[in-house]
Nanobody, 114 residues
């Protein structure tokens, strides 16, 4: 059983920065990333990155958020700059295995004050 462990998040100020981290118990994925879900909204993609390093971002975070990964550590990160109150949500670590399917972290809350 693969587990994803998230860390980071918490309370940030508008215009400020936060960093999320996700560590996997073992490397079985070809795509890693982050989704988020605000109250009353559906879960939405924030950013993904392939094991080869190709990144994809939601339009709402392009130019502000950066996803990166450390394959040796089975970890990936989300650097969130220029935070906005609308970035407030529960952020979920995500990983896709070509064989085993999709895995999710437990979620970490990000709250941005204006």
């Amino acid at each position: 059983q693969v587990q994803l462990m998230e860390s980071g998040g918490g309370l940030g100020q508008a215009g400020g920065s936060l960093r999320l981290s996700c560590a996997a118990s073992r490397r079985v994925f070809d795509v890693m990333g982050w989704y988020r879900q605000a109250p009353g909204n559906e879960r939405e993609l924030v950013a993904t990155i392939t094991i080869g390093g190709a990144a994809n971002y939601a339009d709402s975070v392009k130019g502000r958020f950066t996803i990166s990964r450390d394959n040796a550590e089975n970890a990936w990160y989300l650097r969130m700059n220029a935070l906005k109150p609308e970035d407030t949500a529960a952020y979920y670590c995500y990983a896709k295995s070509p064989v085993k399917g999709v895995y999710w972290g437990q979620g970490t809350q990000v709250t941005v004050s204006s």
